[in-house]
């Protein structure tokens, strides 16, 4: 496709059970983002992927959360034993290397944990 | 850490009428990039307009541009001869030399009155 696509589109879990959320990059993008959007917040950064680098982890806000990217294309966001609080719309992005590239969104998979 | 702060939660503005959102940053970094998305119901987060420190003109974009005061760490948005579809989210964004994740503030809502 021509755009960053993100599956799935809406997810409601039950409390401790874990989720994944899928993105699908722009073909030949190297850089992905996961960002997370809190009810009443802004962006809060998540986990970045650069090529073949060890991932940048230092948003994640626990050991509940982790990513990974097969291949330098797709990605999932695992979050385990999910709590109310991880409620959020999930926001994926991906950029090309180098300087200054625009980051390109995909359309979000907002989470409810019940 | 970088800081982006946008202070007015909510704004609205007549229909082909001009409104200025603000926005402010606190970095120590001397070169950066900085950014306004707008994120419509839809969810998905579209790239305004984008500045880069080192360029002391202002950014344009048809109806968009940008007041960028580099001393004063600000970062306005005016939108002209404003539109109904013109209403949505608008976030300001801050990001680092390099493939580097955004920082985002928490955002303005924007509401047009016909």
């Known amino acids: 496709g021509a755009g960053v696509s993100q599956s799935p589109s809406n997810k409601v879990t039950e409390k401790g059970k874990d989720v994944e959320l899928r993105c699908d990059p722009i073909?030949?993008?190297?850089?992905l983002y996961w960002y997370r959007q809190s009810l009443g917040q802004g962006l809060e950064f998540l986990i970045y992927f650069q090529g073949n680098s060890a991932p940048d982890k230092s948003g994640l806000p626990s050991d509940r959360f982790s990513a990974e990217r097969t291949g330098g294309s797709v990605s999932t966001l695992t979050i385990q034993r999910t709590q109310q609080e991880d409620s959020a719309v999930y926001l994926c992005a991906s950029s090309f290397g180098g300087l200054g590239n625009e980051q390109f969104f995909g359309p979000g998979t907002r989470l409810t944990v019940l | 850490a970088q800081t982006v702060t946008q202070s007015q939660p909510e704004m609205s503005v007549q229909e082909a009428e001009t409104v200025t959102l603000s926005c402010t940053y606190d970095?120590?970094?001397?070169?950066?990039?900085l950014f306004w998305y707008k994120q419509p119901p839809s969810r998905q987060m579209i790239l305004v307009i984008r500045?880069?420190?080192?360029?002391?003109q202002n950014a344009t974009e048809n109806r968009f541009s940008v007041n960028f005061q580099k001393a004063a760490k600000s970062f306005s948005l005016k939108i002209s001869d404003s539109q109904l579809g013109d209403a949505a989210m608008y976030f300001c964004a801050y990001r680092s030399v390099g493939n580097t994740p955004l920082v985002f503030g928490k955002g303005t809502r924007l509401s047009v009155i016909a």
């Open positions: 500045q880069e420190a080192y360029k002391q």
């Open positions: 073909s030949g993008h190297t850089a």
């Open positions: 970095t120590s970094e001397s070169d950066y990039y």
